[in-house]
């Protein structure tokens, strides 16, 4: 039972250009989310979050849209930089406690050159 | 000087062995967990203490016995391992019970033969 869903298992974009990953869930309790980064051999890092109050976070280039109507939240990443190849973990939780983390499996975002 | 370690990072084992993964935080933090990453990528939450005390213990084999001496370590301790051990179990660390910004180790690759 996927609360947190990540269609997309990969995404290619091109350097420059802007990288959007999608994330849906299902339990309308969820209050507060938020992206992580991964890259190979390395630990999840904490990249932005979202309280449920608010429909838009920015942070430099990251910004995350929560859309609560359609239980949708989406990263949008501009300009994508190399660096930004990882996988992108959407996750959610209830009371804005680390307790109920709940994540999706992923989305590889690949910058090609 | 990283901020949560854990060790080994590669774990190859016989079925049936009891094995140990450590866990150590430098932040200060006062809660702890264990997560569990599966062969479908999905993030799991296994386990979570606060100041030493056990907090979560989602759905997890008995045979998996979390140790937590201190608030700066958590020590993960499996009894009889079993095939479908084989994951990437990853400790996290925040600042209080209700802080939802992970921080996260580097994962130890569990693989049991």
């Known amino acids: 039972d996927q609360q947190v869903k990540q269609n997309s298992p990969s995404l290619s974009v091109q350097e420059g250009r802007i990288s959007i990953l999608n994330c849906d869930y299902t339990?309308?309790?969820?209050?507060?989310f938020l992206w992580y980064k991964k890259y190979p051999a390395e630990g999840p890092t904490f990249l932005i979050s979202?309280?449920?109050?608010?429909d838009k976070n920015e942070d430099g280039r990251f910004t995350v849209f929560l859309n609560k109507s359609a239980k949708h939240l989406s990263l949008h990443i501009v300009p994508s930089q190399p660096g930004d190849s990882a996988v992108y973990f959407c996750?959610?939780?209830?009371?804005?406690?680390?307790?109920?983390?709940?994540f999706g499996k992923g989305t590889h975002l690949i910058i090609q050159p | 000087d990283t901020a949560v370690s854990q060790t080994p990072k590669y774990l190859v084992t016989q079925m049936g062995n009891d094995k140990s993964i450590k866990c150590e935080q430098n932040?200060?933090?006062?809660?702890m967990y264990w997560y569990k990453q599966d062969s479908k990528k999905f993030l799991k939450i296994m386990f979570s203490?606060?100041?030493?005390?056990?907090?979560i213990n989602e759905t997890v084999p008995n045979r998996f016995s979390p140790k937590s001496p201190d608030k700066a370590h958590l020590n993960l301790h499996i009894n009889s391992l079993e095939l479908g051990d084989s994951a990437v179990y990853f400790c996290?660390?925040?600042?209080?019970?209700?802080?939802?910004?992970?921080?996260f180790g580097s994962g130890t690759q569990l693989s049991v033969l």
């Open positions: 996290a660390s925040s600042q209080g019970a209700g802080g939802a910004k992970l921080f």
């Open positions: 339990n309308s309790m969820f209050d507060y």
């Open positions: 979202i309280s449920s109050i608010k």
């Open positions: 996750a959610a939780s209830l009371g804005g406690g680390a307790d109920g983390l709940t």
């Open positions: 932040l200060g933090h006062d809660t």
């Open positions: 203490y606060n100041n030493k005390e056990l907090i």
